[in-house]
């Protein structure tokens, strides 16, 4: 089968497109056809072992995973003969970053547990955009923000791959949300659900002198006290990425301030799993939610596709178009009419 192999850390330009052997799966595994993938910050960090804790799990020396990609839909082949799940034709999606990646190739094996049915109304490509980022965003704002009907929303970076669905989720508990992004993203940000648009080339959010119940960092470059700033009496800042100092301020800082105050302040690190996929999959079915998709790629171009995600202002999802069969293909979420 083709893959992209990559055997050293390095930048994309590493990433090998070649034949190698198909895997069979264990009594444990599914066998699935990759039908369309999609490329996540997380390739791009186990790509180049940055942060350089990640050769600690990946290889100190050299990958051990030699195929990366987390996001995939595609077909079920064969399963293992202890799978009760799922049967071969089935249609899957899931992150299977936490068993082995391995989606940037035509076939990949995987546990049960990290993949659910593909929600009926999506094409291939549109499910492969939604695990992590949309995962990203529900833990974000429901484990660790509990957000509720009728609260204030912001989302920092609510035009990217996490930020997308973290508007549209946001919506469907019954916030009033609020996105921040550059002007050539403000028509979009509004037309998945946003209430407010705040273009940050033209106005500071930390500045305006308002306040929100709950903030999501998706993305951007802020300082901890900024965010304080902006953070309504009983507010709830989480940062789920952006710039390493966000991050790293909402990891030493957070704790302190959430113990000392009234405001909670911290970091999430999402975690992979079937009972929110699941949940996200009747979002998707309910027209809640709709992948927003910015790019295609084939599969020899991932490495377009990751220093495309690299330069950092992609409008939604960057997926990857594996294999022929791709019925309902090629609608974005832009496209598509919104319920
Ligand atoms: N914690 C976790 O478990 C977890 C899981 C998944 C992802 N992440 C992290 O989450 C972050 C976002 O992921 P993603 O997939 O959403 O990334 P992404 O799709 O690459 O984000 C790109 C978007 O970010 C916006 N952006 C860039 N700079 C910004 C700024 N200064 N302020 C506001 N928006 C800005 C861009 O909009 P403009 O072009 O309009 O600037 C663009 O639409 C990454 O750092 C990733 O590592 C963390």
């Known amino acids: 089968m083709k893959a992209i192999v990559n055997t050293t850390y390095g930048s994309p330009d590493v990433l090998q497109f070649k034949d190698v052997e198909?895997?069979?799966?264990?009594?444990?595994?599914?066998?699935?056809?990759?039908?369309?993938?999609?490329?996540?910050?997380?390739?791009?960090?186990?790509?180049?072992?940055?942060?350089?804790?990640?050769?600690?799990?990946?290889?100190?020396?050299?990958p051990k995973t030699t195929i990366l990609g987390a996001d995939i839909a595609?077909?079920?082949?064969?399963?293992?003969?202890?799978?009760?799940?799922?049967?071969?034709?089935?249609?899957?999606?899931?992150?299977?970053?936490?068993?082995?990646?391995?989606?940037?190739?035509?076939?990949?094996?995987?546990?049960?547990?990290?993949?659910?049915?593909?929600?009926?109304?999506?094409?291939?490509?549109e499910a492969a955009a939604v695990p992590m980022a949309a995962v990203t965003a529900l833990?974000?704002?429901?484990n660790k923000g509990q957000i509720q009907p009728g609260q204030t929303v912001l989302i920092n970076g609510a035009s990217g791959g996490v930020g997308t669905f973290a508007v549209q989720i946001a919506k469907s508990f019954g916030a009033e949300v609020t996105g921040v992004s550059s002007t050539r993203n403000v028509d979009m940000?509004?037309?998945?659900?946003?209430?407010?648009?705040?273009?940050?080339?033209?106005?500071?959010?930390?500045?305006?002198?308002?306040?929100y119940d709950l903030i999501l960092a998706a993305n951007g470059d802020r300082?901890?006290?900024?965010?304080?700033?902006a953070l309504a009496p009983k507010g709830t800042y989480v940062t789920s990425g952006g710039s390493g100092a966000q991050a790293f301020q909402a990891m030493i800082f957070?704790?302190?301030?959430?113990?000392?105050?009234?405001?909670?302040?911290?970091?999430?690190?999402?975690?992979?799993?079937?009972?929110?996929?699941?949940?996200?999959?009747e979002l998707l079915e309910a027209g809640k939610v709709v992948p927003i998709i910015d790019r295609r790629y084939p599969l020899r171009e991932v490495p377009e596709a990751l220093r495309y995600l690299?330069?950092?202002?992609?409008?939604?999802?960057v997926v990857i178009t594996i294999g022929t069969e791709q019925p309902g293909l090629a609608s974005s979420g832009e496209e598509r009419s919104r319920k």
């Not at 940000?189 to 306040?211: E, L, M, P």
């Not at 105050?261 to 690190?269: E, F, Q, R, T």
């Open 22 to 62: 198909k895997p069979s799966p264990t009594d444990d595994e599914v066998l699935i056809k990759v039908l369309a993938a999609s490329v996540n910050a997380a390739d791009l960090h186990f790509l180049r072992a940055d942060p350089f804790l990640i050769r600690f799990m990946s290889g100190l020396l050299k």
């Open 223 to 229: 300082s901890i006290s900024e965010y304080k700033r």
């Open 74 to 125: 595609g077909r079920v082949e064969a399963v293992g003969k202890n799978v009760t799940q799922f049967k071969p034709g089935d249609e899957v999606f899931g992150d299977i970053s936490g068993c082995g990646w391995g989606g940037f190739a035509e076939y990949v094996c995987a546990s049960e547990d990290a993949l659910a049915l593909k929600p009926t109304n999506l094409s291939f490509e």
């Open 254 to 281: 957070g704790p302190g301030i959430s113990m000392t105050g009234s405001k909670k302040m911290g970091n999430l690190l999402a975690r992979p799993n079937k009972k929110d996929l699941t949940f996200l999959k």
């Open 139 to 142: 833990q974000g704002m429901r």
């Open 310 to 317: 690299e330069e950092g202002h992609a409008k939604g999802k």
């Open 189 to 211: 940000a509004r037309s998945i659900g946003a209430d407010h648009v705040i273009d940050y080339t033209q106005a500071d959010f930390t500045k305006n002198g308002k306040q």
